[in-house]
Each structure stands twice: as C-alpha cells, then as structure tokens.
C-alpha cells in the first residue's frame, strides 16, 4: 500500500516519518468519532504527548522495522534535551504527517473508498478531476 505522506521530524538526525492507513486506523480506535470528514473534531480529540511513541514507531517503521515506542521516545526525548525540537512541534509534525495528506487526498477525490478510514467517508463523486 502506498503511504498517505511524508514530513521530516528532526531527531537524532533529520527522519522522514511515512505513514500508511494502519496509523489512521490506530487513530480511529484510539479516539472513536475523533476523525471527521472536515478534519479533527476537538471534542472527540484529547491531547496527548503519550500518543508520539506509538505513533512515531508507526511513521518510522518504513527505514527502521524493528523500531518499537520504548526507542522511539528515546529518540524524542534526546532530540528535546538537546534542544533540537520540542515536544510540541514532535507533535504537531507528526500529526500534520498523519492527516494532512489523508485529508488533502479525501477532500479531492483521490482517495480510493476501500482505503478510507470508515464507510461514511466515501468523498466527493463528481467535478473536475474528481472521481466519478
């Protein structure tokens, strides 16, 4: 399956965190209702920094398999020691990895339904250079 995007998060070096549809369903389960067809419903949604680890294991699996939550939050807390990123911009970085292409493929059409995240997320159907 092809990855939904691609951002680079500085940690111990510059990575390219890639991210497929196993992490918007994570997301789905983690947070139920919290996906909407406009983007992230705040409500449904609770900040959390716990959430990095298994996400950043998610976004970094494609160059390193057998990162886990434990190295992945040993990345982020030595880059955030060193001053090379905070917390939040890990976070915002890695969220914006996560759902800014989903969104950007669903909101034009490209997304194929067997891969969207629910079967109420079926998108626009007709218009220029969408699917009909």
Do not use: H
Not at 9 to 27: C, G, N, S, T, Y
Not at 36 to 55: E, M, V
Not at 97 to 110: C, D, I, K, N, V
């Amino acid at each position: 399956m092809a990855p939904l995007g691609e951002f680079v998060i500085m940690l111990d070096r510059p990575r390219r965190l890639i991210f497929d549809m196993k992490a918007v369903q994570w997301f789905r389960e983690k947070y139920p209702g919290a996906l909407t067809d406009s983007g992230i419903d705040p409500d449904k949604f609770a900040f959390n920094l716990g959430d990095l680890p298994p996400l950043l294991k998610m976004g970094l699996a494609w160059e390193d398999p057998g990162m886990t939550e434990e190295s992945a939050a040993n990345l982020l807390n030595a880059s955030v020691s060193k001053g090379q990123i905070t917390m939040i911009e890990a976070w915002r970085t890695t969220i914006a990895a996560l759902f800014l292409p989903f969104m950007t493929r669903y909101l034009t059409g490209t997304l194929e339904l067997e891969e969207a995240p629910g079967p109420d997320r079926r998108g626009p159907r007709e218009g220029p250079g969408l699917v009909n």
